[in-house]
């Protein structure tokens, strides 16, 4: 009898780890940030941009080129879509039901 005791308590102490591997929700790999550090994160990407954008413009001379001005926008539309992305996937009211953030792939 006590070694029935005994197998069952190794069964139920190791099951919380297992339960955390098999129940880790698709959020868990990625870094969760709030909307302070989201907008830090933006206004860095955006500051880089500017960087870059007037370091093109002395290069060209004083103004853009059009080639320039059409690669400088395209990444302007990134960092745009990456920040409503990001801001789509930190929805922190998010859980599944057994409290693990599910935030949206989209």
């Known amino acids: 009898m006590r070694g029935v005791g005994l197998c069952a308590l190794a069964m139920i102490v190791g099951a919380p780890a297992t339960a955390q591997i ?21 206004f860095h990407r955006l500051q880089g941009l500017r960087s870059e954008a007037l ?8 103004s853009l ?5 059409a690669e400088l926008q395209s990444k302007l539309n990134r960092i745009n879509a ?18 693990v953030e599910r935030r949206s792939e989209r």
Request: proline share 6%.
């Open 55 to 62: 370091r093109r413009q002395a290069a060209d001379g004083g």
């Open 22 to 42: 098999v129940y880790s929700g698709p959020g868990s790999t990625r870094p969760s940030y709030d909307r302070v550090e989201l907008q830090q994160i933006y």
């Open 65 to 69: 080129t059009p080639e320039s001005r």
């Open 82 to 99: 990456t920040r409503a992305r990001d801001a789509r996937r930190n929805d922190i009211m998010s859980v599944d039901a057994f409290g």
